[in-house]
């Protein structure tokens, strides 16, 4: 008996699956099965896709993580300046006034803004604060050099992801997300596939039961993995 494989597998969970699917049925030799041939044709079609479309995802992820380490990066330097503004020092409380001019021309935060905006905004920031007379005041005070290193670094980081992005959003153009395509992967898994190797198990076992007892247990270890992280969070 094959269980069908559960919907709520997740993309990952479903292309893992759908690999081990394809390995297995490489092993044999089924030549002589057109429609067997046919079916799998489809699926191997179907995982290309669905490896491209989580690699749009994963490109996609990152690029928010990197914006995220920005953003909190902009916001560190933000409020230690406005902190240092009430510095007993006044050195340090006219160094805090001179960044503070400059920071204040640019708002703060990027919310709302395309990536490529945010981008360019935080470009603008960091040319101004690199210019000699800001680099002296940043200097002077208490713990923002090491600040604005980080942002610099994190800005570079965020270029590269976006970078990465784009290059994912080029080779998929209008393709489908990795959403949509899983449940194509599992239509034609639990619809053609399985129905397929329940019917042919009877007519010739000896012939398919290795490939259906395979199939069966990667579904199965799936299955259990599924339900059990579906208990934990009810």
Not at 185 to 196: G, P, S
Not at 201 to 206: D, I
Request: charged share 25%.
């Amino acid at each position: 008996m094959i269980n069908r494989l559960l919907s709520k597998s997740r993309v990952a969970e479903v292309a893992a699956v759908t690999m081990q699917l394809i390995d297995v049925y490489k092993k044999g030799d089924w030549s002589t099965d057109d429609h067997l041939i046919g079916i799998y044709t489809i699926l191997e079609q179907q995982f290309t896709e669905l490896k491209r479309a989580i690699r749009h995802t994963t490109a996609e992820f990152n690029l928010e993580d990197a914006d995220e380490l920005r953003d909190d990066k902009t916001y560190a330097v933000y409020h230690l300046a406005q902190g240092l503004l009430h510095y007993p020092e006044p050195k340090v409380k006219a160094a805090a006034q001179a960044v503070n001019l400059v920071l204040n021309k640019y708002g703060f935060g990027n919310e709302g803004n395309t990536f490529p905006k945010e981008f360019s905004h935080t470009a603008s920031l960091m040319n101004d604060l690199e210019t000699p007379s800001l680099i002296y005041n940043i200097k002077a005070l208490p713990g923002m050099p090491v600040l604005v290193h980080e942002l610099e670094k994190a800005q570079q980081a965020f270029e590269h992801a976006h970078e990465a992005y784009q290059k994912e959003i080029a080779k998929e153009g209008s393709r489908n997300n990795a959403v949509q395509i899983k449940k194509q992967v599992l239509n034609t898994i639990n619809k053609k596939l399985l129905v397929y190797l329940r019917a042919m198990v009877q007519v010739n076992e000896s012939r398919y039961a290795g490939l259906v007892g395979t199939v069966a247990q990667f579904i199965e270890v799936n299955n259990k993995s599924v339900k059990q992280r579906c208990a934990e969070k009810a």
